[in-house]
């Protein structure tokens, strides 16, 4: 599935000359190094897979800045809702910090109304792309994801980050 989402949101992208993901042993943490072949900018790809479901961060590399996605197994949104732009809160707390929460956007248009990728998938907004990094970059431990949807409904995701600086240097800070 993670191949899917990402291809996905790579397709939004140029294309793209692709490398081997690379898992970092004993973490849940992975990488793959690709470049755009005309431009040579880089456009490679960080993983954090969630500890126990099919879900998982994403940070691509978009004109040398992480930007940030998270991909989930759950319908974080009816179609109805997404029509209505009422988008899912963001809350994020590392290791054992206080909890903040941080505004989310939906991560693509819905160009296939039989594709779902849209209502499963959240992204931050731009000006949050280097906040969502920090937030990664500075976790000891992990960090916890709480989406929450209409009607207060939560689900909430745990991230190891073990591993993320090393795939972080691996993709040459997106530069």
Same mark, same amino acid.
């Given at each position: &599935?993670?191949?899917? +989402?990402?291809?996905?949101?790579?397709?939004?992208?140029?294309?793209?000359?692709?490398?081997?993901?690379?898992? #970092?042993?004993?973490?849940?943490?992975?990488?793959?190094?690709?470049?755009?072949? #005309?431009?040579?900018?880089?456009?490679?790809? #960080?993983?954090?897979?969630?500890?126990?479901?099919?879900?998982?961060?994403?940070?691509? $590399?978009?004109? *040398?800045?992480?930007?940030?996605?998270?991909?989930? *197994?759950?319908?974080?949104?009816?179609?109805?809702?997404?029509?209505?732009?009422?988008?899912?809160?963001?809350?994020?707390?590392?290791?054992?910090?206080?909890?903040?929460?941080?505004?989310?956007?939906?991560?693509?248009?819905?160009?296939?109304?039989?594709?779902?990728?849209?209502?499963?998938?959240?992204?931050? !907004?731009?000006?949050?792309?280097? +906040?969502? +990094?920090?937030?990664?970059?500075?976790?000891?431990?992990? %960090?916890?994801?709480? %989406?929450?949807?209409? *009607?207060?409904?939560? +689900?909430?995701? &745990?991230?190891? %980050?073990?591993?993320? !600086?090393?795939?972080?240097?691996?993709?040459?800070? $997106?530069?």
């Amino acid at each position: &599935m993670r191949r899917l +989402l990402s291809l996905l949101v790579l397709s939004t992208l140029p294309i793209s000359v692709s490398a081997a993901e690379v898992t #970092i042993p004993n973490t849940r943490v992975s990488y793959e190094v690709t470049k755009d072949p #005309i431009s040579d900018r880089n456009t490679s790809s #960080i993983y954090l897979d969630e500890q126990s479901s099919d879900t998982y961060v994403e940070f691509v $590399c978009t004109d *040398g800045i992480p930007v940030f996605y998270l991909h989930t *197994g759950n319908l974080l949104m009816t179609q109805a809702e997404y029509d209505q732009d009422k988008i899912p809160a963001l809350t994020y707390r590392v290791d054992s910090q206080t909890a903040r929460v941080v505004p989310a956007a939906s991560l693509e248009e819905a160009e296939d109304m039989d594709d779902d990728t849209h209502l499963t998938s959240l992204a931050v !907004t731009d000006r949050n792309d280097a +906040l969502m +990094l920090s937030v990664f970059r500075n976790a000891q431990t992990r %960090v916890a994801l709480r %989406v929450t949807r209409s *009607g207060g409904r939560e +689900l909430t995701y &745990m991230f190891p %980050v073990r591993g993320f !600086t090393q795939a972080l240097k691996a993709v040459n800070n $997106c530069r």
